[in-house]
């Protein structure tokens, strides 16, 4: 079973320019999420999808990022325009779950840089 | 403040030792999730427990949830260099599969 697929891996770019980023859930799985993790820190949700529904995006600074997932399966994370507080790693999940407790299913993330 | 409190913040063990890793909640927890991180990299799943009083093991390592479900440890029994790494503990408190985060015990096994 291939897992959850993010590209790019890594993205450096200058503050106030835009990024985005990919993610590919595992097959089936109908919940995704993006954390961002700060260096040091435990990641943080910043949005659920339930399918290609928002689920949550209470975290979600609404004035510079937004993420779609319109086919209900792959979905982009955007950032727009970038600060230097938004160097994170970016992490994509997934799971089998729209109740109860499921496994989440995490890809290798997104380094980005912000200078 | 976190939600979530770990403990220690980083553990430095001689391989063969046997090491505990806490994570506790002021409220109740409807489940916690054990996660392990290699630098760089995603987070690979290691356990969930649901239960007050909950034990699971794995290989060299038990993770265990307190009869309150406020509270669990995971204990590593004759570490490894293999086991470095970060280990995050995650909670879902509302049955959403909405998890908050630890800040992370990062250990290093040394020979």
């Known amino acids: 079973e291939a897992g959850v697929a993010q590209s790019p891996r890594y993205k450096i770019i200058e503050k106030r320019q835009s990024v985005a980023f990919w993610c590919n859930p595992i097959?089936?799985?109908?919940?995704l999420y993006w954390y961002q993790q700060i260096l040091g820190q435990g990641p943080k949700l910043l949005i659920q999808f339930q399918n290609n529904g928002v689920v949550d995006d209470s975290q979600l600074p609404k004035d510079r990022f937004s993420a779609e997932r319109l086919k209900g399966v792959d979905s982009t994370l955007k950032i727009q325009p970038a600060k230097l507080e938004d160097s994170a790693v970016y992490l994509c999940?997934?799971?089998?779950?729209?109740?109860?407790?499921?496994?989440?299913?995490f890809g290798p993330g997104t380094r980005l840089t912000v200078t | 403040s976190q939600e979530l409190e770990q403990s220690p913040q980083s553990l430095i063990v001689q391989e063969g030792k046997n090491l505990t890793i806490n994570c506790t909640s002021s409220?109740?927890?409807?489940?916690l999730y054990w996660y392990k991180q290699k630098y760089g990299e995603g987070l690979i799943f290691l356990m969930m427990?649901?239960?007050?009083?909950e034990e699971k093991s794995h290989e060299k390592i038990t993770a265990k949830l307190d009869e309150k479900k406020q509270q669990s440890s995971l204990h590593i029994t004759a570490s490894q260099p293999s086991h470095a790494g970060i280990y995050l503990c995650g909670a879902d408190r509302y049955n959403t599969d909405k998890l908050i985060f630890g800040t992370g015990t990062r250990l290093q096994v040394f020979p």
């Open positions: 999940a997934s799971s089998l779950g729209v109740a109860g407790i499921y496994e989440q299913y």
């Open positions: 409220k109740t927890l409807y489940g």
């Open positions: 097959s089936g799985h109908a919940t």
């Open positions: 427990l649901q239960k007050g009083g």
